[in-house]
């Protein structure tokens, strides 16, 4: 199992490290989400302040969205997916090792957005650094948890790319609202520090085990 | 194959039909008018009669879906579709009687309250499942994948539901959502089950013409593999 996640993981790294494709496509939709942002809203720097942690998750889902169509359709491309099948590893092991890359890549670009936003909107983000880069993991591992379990159906049907947003943003709506709320205390707004936060370790413990559980089925031949 | 008498279906419909007629009378002529509200809330016995039968639909989905997964056996798919079909189409009703009730009432179409949204949701996550169904054309693989989002779907509900709570405790709320169904007069509570259960009724006689519409399609489809192998 270990070596299965492992083996899983460094594939998906070594082609993201040679094609940057997966970081390019996100990085880049997610910083126009946010130049859109500036210039349908025109924000002040309180406005912004207290309204900057929702615009920075609508970023990171959408340009997540991207880096997770790009997980299995890569496999797809050279019929991988068969190799996938065939490989005598416990299905978990594979879940696991596509969904740690999936978080890998999306805490790239959220970590690479950060000092972008914050320039871009005149917010200081530096109050709370650790308790920031806790709730961006784990919002990007609840995020990635289905959206992993998602992309791997997505590349069967006839509209790909377009349906994943589709399945994945409705049922992550609980993780992107505690997320948010986390991310706002962060930035030093006036909401519940631990509850949030404790609310999405919760999401995360039960969105990884019913897609671990389930990944199995979609990985049937 | 289908030729032979449906009396139960037959049954059903005419069941269903006699149900409908006693509540008919029973909302526009039973029920009295309320006191405050007056006549426009008589679209409660539809209202939540349709939202009941939406979740229930919604439930069984999960369950078959979950069978399904466990015996891989199509009639369980079939079954999952057509209750999620169902589901879809009440869900509809309940966000169009919904706003055509609280604008005179509260004021307001639509306010994101925790019910109002979690219908929103679960109406957005059911016609994804649809759709996913729809653009997939492999059987079989279109059953197990149709299942796991069955299953995931359903039991996203209470963290959606629990979520929009909280986070609504801490944001100011637009308008008061008085609780209703607080307090019902005995006709108006009479009126309300009997309601249900035609509703319910209803949705049983969908889904009984939905299933034999199913086995009428998989009839012609193995009849034209037949005949394209005859010929």
Same mark, same amino acid.
């Given at each position: 199992?270990? !070596? ?21 496509? =996100? ?62 590893? +416990? !299905? ?7 969904? /740690? ?38 919002? @990007?591992?609840?995020?990635? =948890? ?22 994945? /943003? ?19 707004? +006036?909401?519940?520090? =631990? ?6 370790? %919760? ?19 | ?5 449906? #009396? ?9 039909? %006699? ?19 007056? +006549? ?58 919904? $706003? ?18 979690? #219908? ?12 996913? !169904?729809?653009?997939?054309? +492999?059987?079989? !693989? ?29 944001? $100011?709320?637009? %308008? ?5 169904? =607080? ?21 049983? #006689? ?8 199913? @086995? ?16």
């Amino acid at each position: 199992m270990w !070596r299965a996640i492992t083996t899983i993981l460094w594939k998906d790294l070594k082609i993201e490290l040679q094609t940057k494709e997966a970081f390019g496509a =996100s990085f880049v939709f997610s910083l126009m989400v946010l130049v859109i942002f500036n210039f349908t809203l025109d924000l002040t720097t309180e406005e912004a302040l207290k309204m900057g942690a929702g615009f920075l998750w609508i970023a990171f889902a959408f340009g997540g969205v991207l880096a997770l169509n790009r997980s299995f359709a890569l496999e797809r491309d050279e019929n991988c997916v068969q190799g996938l099948q065939l490989m005598p590893v +416990d !299905r978990g092991g594979i879940y696991l090792g596509k969904c /740690l890359a999936n978080v890998i890549f999306m805490l790239i670009t959220e970590i690479i957005l950060l000092p972008l936003f914050a320039v871009f909107f005149n917010v200081d983000i530096t109050g709370r650094p650790l308790y920031l880069f806790a709730v961006l993991f784990l919002g @990007s591992v609840g995020f990635s =948890s289905v959206g992993t379990l998602f992309s791997a159906i997505a590349v069967h049907t006839r509209m790909r790319e377009v349906i994943l947003p589709i399945l994945l /943003l409705p049922i992550t709506i609980p993780i992107l609202i505690a997320a948010v709320e986390a991310t706002a205390y962060a930035f030093g707004a +006036d909401t519940d520090p =631990s509850f949030w936060f404790r609310l999405l370790l %919760v999401y995360d413990v039960i969105f990884v085990t019913v897609s671990f559980l389930t990944f199995g089925y979609i990985l049937q031949e | 194959m289908n030729t032979r008498k449906d #009396t139960m279906g037959t049954a059903l419909v005419a069941l269903t039909l %006699v149900a409908m007629m006693v509540s008919l009378y029973m909302v526009f002529l039973y029920a009295p008018r309320e006191a405050t509200m007056g +006549d426009v809330q008589r679209i409660f016995y539809f209202h939540v009669p349709s939202a009941w039968v939406a979740f229930f639909a919604f439930f069984l989905v999960f369950v078959f879906s979950l069978v399904y997964l466990a015996r891989s056996n199509k009639r369980w798919d079939t079954l999952a579709a057509a209750c999620a079909e169902i589901g879809v189409l009440f869900c509809t009703l309940v966000l169009i009687t919904g $706003p055509i009730w609280a604008k005179p009432v509260w004021g307001v179409w639509w306010t994101w309250d925790a019910r109002l949204t979690l #219908t929103l949701v679960l109406w957005l996550i059911y016609v994804a499942y649809l759709m996913l !169904r729809h653009y997939m054309t +492999d059987p079989e !693989r279109r059953a197990t994948f149709a299942a796991v989002l069955g299953v995931i779907g359903f039991l996203d509900v209470p963290l959606v539901y629990f979520s929009i709570r909280w986070w609504r405790t801490q944001h $100011p709320q637009p %308008v008061m959502a008085g609780g209703e169904g =607080s307090g019902l007069e005995a006709p108006m509570l009479a009126t309300l089950l009997v309601c249900i259960a035609t509703f319910t009724l209803l949705f049983f #006689t969908l889904l009984r013409h939905r299933l034999r519409l199913q @086995s009428l399609r998989d009839e012609v489809d193995t009849l034209q593999d037949r005949l394209e192998q005859a010929g």
